[in-house]
T-cell receptor, first 113, second 116 residues
Framework: SQQGEEDPQALSIQEGENATMNCSYKTSINNLQWYRQNSGRGLVHLILIRSNEREKHSGRLRVTLDTSKKSSSLLITASRAADTASYFCATDRTMEYGNKLVFGAGTILRVKS | NAGVTQTPKFQVLKTGQSMTLQCAQDMNHEYMSWYRQDPGMGLRLIHYSVGAGITDQGEVPNGYNVSRSTTEDFPLRLLSAAPSQTSVYFC???????????????FGEGSRLTVL
């Protein structure tokens, strides 16, 4: 089963609007990461937030983490058509041989110009 | 900067055939992994490795084998391809921070496999 689950599954907004995507997970984590995937391409890392952090910013991206609710959100401000992509959260969990990242199913974001 | 290189980009197999998806990284990363991506399922971890000679299973390992004889290479072998293995496969690598935790994954561009 997926560790991270994003919602909504799909989001369509106008250019200039803000986009918010949410991620929920089930077990304790070391950190949570967000990735972006353009159509037909590999995933690209956006931002990492540690389990002891509550908020992190990177350019137009703002990520929050609430470990008590086991949830995170990704906010993209002043969206652009070029932000159209799929966005995935990934949780870093400790396993027998080390850590591994488990991904959610993703949110498809479409920004209309 | 090559990063993570996957070959082939596209492959069509018949049921029962075997093949190897190649993955190489030039960043001296200890951690390497294979994911498959299916519509509506996100990425699911197949196998991963935390260093040469060390591999472990992920969420969906059945039908796949891996080995890690060098730091650079992490091939994924399909022993007897089945239509259920039709998917896009991604290889990814990462570096260890010195505290036992890994940072961001660097992904290849993917290998699209169709099994008829």
């Amino acid at each position: 089963s997926q560790q991270g689950e994003e919602d909504p599954q799909a989001l369509s907004i106008q250019e200039g609007e803000n986009a918010t995507m949410n991620c929920s997970y089930k077990t304790s984590i070391n950190n949570l990461q967000w990735y972006r995937q353009n159509s037909g391409r590999g995933l690209v890392h956006l931002i990492l937030i540690r389990s002891n952090e509550r908020e992190k910013h990177s350019g137009r991206l703002r990520v929050t983490l609430d470990t008590s609710k086991k949830s995170s959100s990704l906010l993209i401000t002043a969206s652009r058509a070029a932000d159209t992509a799929s966005y995935f959260c990934a949780t870093d969990r400790t396993m027998e041989y080390g850590n591994k990242l488990v991904f959610g199913a993703g949110t498809i974001l479409r920004v209309k110009s | 900067n090559a990063g993570v290189t996957q070959t082939p980009k596209f492959q069509v197999l018949k049921t029962g055939q075997s093949m190897t998806l190649q993955c190489a990284q030039d960043m001296n990363h200890e951690y390497m992994s294979w994911y498959r991506q299916d519509p509506g399922m996100g990425l699911r971890l197949i196998h991963y490795s935390v260093g040469a000679g060390i591999t472990d299973q992920g969420e969906v390992p059945n039908g796949y084998n891996v080995s890690r004889s060098t730091t650079e290479d992490f091939p994924l072998r399909l022993l007897s391809a089945a239509p259920s293995q039709t998917s896009v496969y991604f290889c990814a690598s990462s570096y260890e921070t010195g505290t036992g935790l890994y940072r961001e994954l660097f992904f290849g561009e993917g290998s699209r496999l169709t099994v008829l």
